[in-house]
């Protein structure tokens, strides 16, 4: 699962470069809408396999919900930086 993600977020990251060297405003858009999207489907994929670690952790060890949540938390991260390079482009 883990390359899955590693290959959507290296394709997610030639498309926000070729958005950024593209010349017309109609293709650095429909190049960074890509861009986020791929970045939007690693994350959530990131996230549904982190989210049940965490749960399952949480549910043995209370004092655990903390780092269940921050790690849940991280690959959000990605999501904001795909709606950066949207606004950077457009």
């Known amino acids: 699962m883990i390359e899955l993600q590693l290959t959507l977020a290296f394709i997610s990251s030639i498309v926000s470069d070729v958005a950024l060297q593209a010349q017309p405003l109609l293709e650095n858009k429909g190049a960074a809408a890509i861009a986020f999207g791929l970045?939007?489907?690693?994350?959530?994929?990131?996230?549904r396999s982190i989210g049940s670690a965490a749960v399952g952790a949480i549910a043995e060890d209370d004092d655990m919900f903390v780092s269940g949540l921050i790690l849940t938390v991280i690959p959000?991260?990605?999501?904001?930086?795909?709606?950066?390079?949207?606004?950077v482009v457009s």
């Open 39 to 47: 970045s939007a489907i690693g994350a959530g994929m990131a996230e």
């Open 76 to 87: 959000e991260t990605i999501v904001i930086f795909g709606l950066v390079v949207v606004f």
